[in-house]
């Protein structure tokens, strides 16, 4: 066994990669991290003999909850070669949720990430890294840092109509979203399922361009579809992407009140009743064959997608106006 490093040891890996002034005077340093909360900024983690030097905790992105911090999950650099990794700690949660009359079972699985990883080491639509355990074999997944934008911020920060932005960008957004159902296809050609589509779950790799998924530690349970709960997460960021972002009635009520009175209760999202998905009635230009995708992620809906496959052929279909 080798023995851990020393407190100079570490001192002189930091300055390598940090300024003089960001060098701590001493280090706390953790080969057990079951208690994430103590695992703090400018402590080392020591994980099969490597050291990682914490930065900061991650923050969560979702709408609703922007800046709640999530303890578990740690900026970090390898003190080996001075990279920027995210660092996730174990941390256990279950809920159930609910689609339509379908409820699934929710629980986060380190395991489930774990195995994701290696499966999806050398795929280009996904987040790359791997897992380690610690002293007390907890799973810790270490992850490549991924510059780069979200695909929701991405969208909703191109200043222009609809109109523009449809026929300008969204064929090309597109056509890398269709990659990621792709991806979403391989893994459940592996008895995979991603756990937690959403569209803060896509990022947009600054340096290759590539659309590539996060965060797969979650699983859940349904004995009837095993892969319904990632198809509607898919058929969400479809409609958001297709939309340029969410349409509210809401926003319908005070900007476009004559078009609110002609929806009705088919033309809402199946479970956020605040959102429409009969998006041809906001913009007729959007083509029928894309709009009929849309609809089986409505309370209208005659029946569902039941594999990634069949999402797949539909898109292939869309015929574009010229």
Partial sequence: ???????EDLKEMVSQWLPPHQVPARFRIHTD???FFRVDYDDVVLLNDRPYL???NAKEKRFGLEDEVKFWVKRAVDLTDGTLKIMKLVFYEKFMSRIGDIEFECFRSPRKEARILELVSDHKNFMHGYSIRDDKENIIRILDFIKGNTIAAH???MDM???AYYHEHFPGILSNFIECVQAVRFLHDHGERHGDIRRDHILIDRETGAYRWI????NYRHRENIY????????????????RGDVLLQDLKKNAPLVLDTLSEADINLVFHNRVVNLKKIYPYIPESLNRILLHFSTGANRFYEHTEQLLNDLGEIEWAH
């Avoid at 319904?228 to 939309?243: A, M, P, W």
């Fill in 1 to 7: 066994m080798i023995d851990p490093p020393s407190q």
């Fill in 215 to 218: 965060d797969f530690d979650y």
């Fill in 228 to 243: 319904g709960y990632d198809l509607f997460g898919l058929g969400n960021i479809l409609v958001f992407l297709t939309g």
């Fill in 155 to 157: 969208v909703q920060n």
């Fill in 161 to 163: 109509d609809h109109e």
């Fill in 54 to 56: 914490i930065r900061h």
């Fill in 33 to 35: 991290t079951s208690d």
